[in-house]
């Protein structure tokens, strides 16, 4: 995404970014945003691709630039950055791409296209990637790892075993670290925070009935959901899906 004009307050959950014009942001695999705030004039180029394709991407990557992408996942460039310019190259690039899109060779070129932009991107921020990746401590490494499975299974597991079984350390380690690298926040918080903006996501960008929402991410039955968001957002799913629709 490229901001090209006013500004706003993105939130993926756990954390908040600030996006101004000429920012740009990438938001990885199984990241979800949801705009908090922003000015009358905000306004955006963007594109985005299907899972999948990015999986056969990013097989090509080192795995530190996912982990460093999920903490940073904003940049604002200088007014006459080169790099800039080519991010405005890469969506005019992207819309030529979607407009051929029943092309023969489409496939193919939305492969490659997105691994070129990867490419790019990995490249600019490698100097970045180095000094960040090399000052993480072993909690730091975990709390990254656990914020990146929490994107990608909070909508199916909010039981804080789960997480620790697969960072194979135990729920109290796993305690332990949340606390520490987050802003004194435990992991099932942190789950709860990111579980609200997968609930926020659903009513903002769908019309999903809240049973519908309900059963997509695993809850019991439309009545706990409802108790959850008033609990953790502060107003029922019906109200924040009126006032969101009406901005």
Do not use: W
Not at 58 to 71: C, D, R
Not at 107 to 124: A, G, T
Request: with cysteine; net charge positive; hydrophobic share 40%.
């Amino acid at each position: 995404m490229l901001c090209t004009g006013g500004e706003a307050l993105i939130s993926t959950g756990i954390q908040q970014y600030r996006v101004v014009e000429n920012s740009s942001a990438m938001f990885l695999s199984g990241m979800k945003f949801l705009l908090l705030t922003a000015t009358d004039d905000f306004t955006v180029r963007m594109f985005q691709f299907p899972k999948k394709l990015f999986e056969e991407v990013v097989l090509k990557l080192p795995p530190a630039f996912s982990q460093f992408m999920n903490e940073t996942s904003v940049y604002e460039h200088p007014a006459n950055a080169a790099t800039l310019k080519n991010v405005r190259i890469f969506m005019d690039m992207a819309a030529v791409i979607y407009e051929e899109r029943e092309n023969q060779y489409a496939n193919v070129m939305q492969r490659n296209f997105i691994q070129n932009y990867m490419l790019y991107v990995l490249e600019n921020v490698q100097p970045f990637l180095n000094q960040a990746t090399s000052k993480y401590t072993v909690r730091q490494r975990l709390y990254h790892r656990f914020v990146s499975l929490l994107y990608h299974h909070c909508r199916e597991h909010r039981d804080i075993g789960f997480y620790a079984a697969k960072l194979c350390i135990s729920s109290r380690y796993l305690y332990d670290v949340a606390v520490e690298c987050s802003p004194e926040l435990t992991p099932k918080q942190l789950i709860d925070r990111q579980l609200i903006l997968e609930i926020k996501t659903a009513l903002y960008s769908s019309n999903l009935t809240i049973t519908e929402i309900a059963y997509q991410l695993h809850l019991p039955d439309q009545s706990y959901l409802c108790r959850y968001f008033k609990r953790h957002a502060g107003i029922s799913p019906t109200e924040y899906r009126k006032q969101s629709k009406s901005v």
